[in-house]
């Protein structure tokens, strides 16, 4: 009788165990997918800026400053590695973006040319995509860290081979708010 | 109020009530089709051994095997008729700034949900509305109207697509085709119940077993009860299907705006969005009432849409389009309530 009662808890234990970890190792691949995700929509983002420099530099000649400011943040951004670097590159390039953008208002000419508003709108979406993915990122990545952090899961989290994911945060308040439409000209960006 | 606006709280409690609707649903559908075969086995109970007894529900069976094949039929092809009946056209290639920013918007929803990217149609109609279609995430179709891309700002699409992907990751759109399929096998069952008790009772055959017990004593009164009943719940059973059918679709509206809210984290922009559509009051002809309960706004709001009230909360596809906007603009203030205690 004692050896049924115990084989039907050892039982019941190895199921648990066998959940548990395949539970966290599903959060993982989660994980791993959501980061592939956001790799995917900066690769774009990186490949649409040349174009979009190229589009506006005739219109916007003496903007010089701005221009090389977004080719720079582009090009420490495409070299960045690691989810703090990326993270940090990304809020620079960011920020040179919507400095562009607001300037571009002030251009008559640039706001009716259709190729700038299809490159804006594919940058916007581009942008947007970046933002989602890394919403879903950090969604992801949270819960996947509070599981293997947390009693019963713990225990298996070992096994599992789990190690809490870094989560992609903003970097100061500034990034945070609205970029500000800055729309002085001739002023070199910094 | 307070409790409510929080998302996950309201995404909750919104799913355990529409849980508790389908249940009811099914016990109702389980009655009306299986409640005769047991008003009759309980009448014909006590007969003699030789008259007839009512021991399979073969009604019930019949009913079952009609509902399936109706559900059935309704799954495999009610999102391809909803579309073709809209005369939508899929967007494959976009051709317009117009259209590449809506499929922009759906890819950018996508990625929030972390679903596969649906289908994208416009729907060839002045008026602003939208709606989803589809059997799960991976056949999904998010449709919209001529009208909503001429109407809607960049971030209030956005939350009106969003809204109807929160209706693809929420299996609404299942549910909605399912409860479509059932609604009608329910019209149907009461109308050829009827017919046959109708003809059976005329030509004496199918009540002649009552007939056979009944110099016994009158036959079994828990019977007679039974089948009192279940006449009653036949002839109503088309009614109350409809009236179940709209309150499940009426909590999922509030789940997927809330849903929504949570893939854009901008629940502002759906209430402007929701502002605009309800300001737009004329109907959305090409949507039929068969797709009401999918649309993002009650496609042929009468009295009804803006009105609250007992007859609102009974009969509408949709709930209140002010009710929703408030919900949303609480959501809005506790979120800029949170960022200025974050920052």
């Known amino acids: 009788m004692s050896t049924i009662v115990f084989l039907v808890v050892l039982a019941v234990l190895v199921l648990w165990v066998v959940g548990a970890y395949n539970g966290l190792i599903a959060l993982k691949n989660q994980v791993l997918n959501a980061w592939k995700q956001i790799d995917v929509q900066l690769k774009r983002r990186h490949d649409l800026i040349p174009n979009l420099v190229n589009t506006v530099k005739g219109a916007m000649d003496f903007e010089r400053g701005t221009l090389e400011a977004v080719i720079a943040a582009r090009n420490k951004a495409v070299s960045a590695s690691g989810v703090k670097d990326t993270a940090r590159a990304e809020g620079e390039l960011t920020q040179a973006l919507g400095r562009l953008f607001a300037l571009t208002e002030a251009y008559p000419e640039l706001k009716a040319n259709q190729n700038v508003l299809q490159l804006q709108e594919e940058l916007t979406s581009t942008e947007n995509k970046v933002g989602f993915a890394r919403q879903l990122y950090n969604d992801v990545a949270t819960q996947y860290n509070t599981k293997q952090a947390t009693f019963p899961t713990l225990l298996v989290a070992g096994l599992a081979k789990a190690s809490p994911a870094e989560l992609w945060e903003l970097e100061d308040a500034a990034e945070r708010a609205v970029p500000k439409v800055d729309l002085s000209l001739n002023k070199p960006a910094s | ?343």
């Open chain 2, 1 to 343: 109020m307070s409790d409510d606006a929080n998302l996950f709280a309201q995404q909750e409690a919104n799913r355990r009530r529409s849980n508790w609707l389908v249940v009811g649903f099914i016990i109702f559908f389980a009655w009306v089709g299986f409640g005769g075969d047991l008003a009759f086995a309980l009448l014909t109970a006590d007969a003699p051994p030789e008259a007839y007894h009512h021991l399979v529900p073969f009604m019930g069976l019949f009913a079952t095997a009609a509902a399936a094949g109706i559900c059935w039929y309704a799954w495999r092809h009610g999102p391809e008729r909803v579309l073709w009946a809209t005369g939508a056209w899929e967007i494959v290639e976009p051709a317009t700034p117009e259209q590449k920013q809506l499929v922009n918007v759906v890819e950018e929803m996508a990625i929030a949900s972390g679903l596969p990217k649906p289908r994208v149609w416009v729907v060839p109609d002045d008026d602003p509305n939208a709606f989803a279609t589809g059997r799960d995430a991976g056949s999904a179709s998010i449709a919209v109207t001529e009208g909503l891309l001429a109407t809607l700002s960049r971030e209030e699409l956005q939350g009106v697509v969003a809204h109807e992907m929160a209706h693809v990751r929420n299996l609404d759109v299942r549910l909605m085709t399912l409860l479509a399929g059932m609604v009608g096998a329910l019209a149907l069952m009461s109308d050829g119940m009827g017919r046959m008790l109708r003809t059976g009772s005329r030509g004496g055959y199918r009540l002649g077993g009552r007939g056979g017990g009944g110099g016994k004593g009158g036959g079994n009164p828990l019977g007679l009860v039974v089948l009192v009943l279940w006449l009653i719940s036949l002839v109503l059973a088309p009614v109350v299907a409809r009236i179940l059918a709209m309150s499940v679709s009426r909590k999922r509206e509030f789940l997927a705006d809330a849903t929504g809210v949570q893939f854009t984290r901008n629940p502002m922009a759906l209430a402007t969005a929701l502002e605009k559509l309800s300001a737009a009051s004329a109907a959305t002809r090409s949507i039929t009432r068969g797709a009401a309960h999918l649309c993002i706004v009650d496609p042929s709001p009468g009295l009804l849409s803006s009105r609250e009230g007992f007859l609102a909360d009974v009969v509408a596809s949709h709930p209140p389009i002010r009710q929703r906007i408030i919900r949303l603009q609480g959501m809005g203030y506790q979120q800029v309530k949170q960022q200025a205690a974050a920052g």
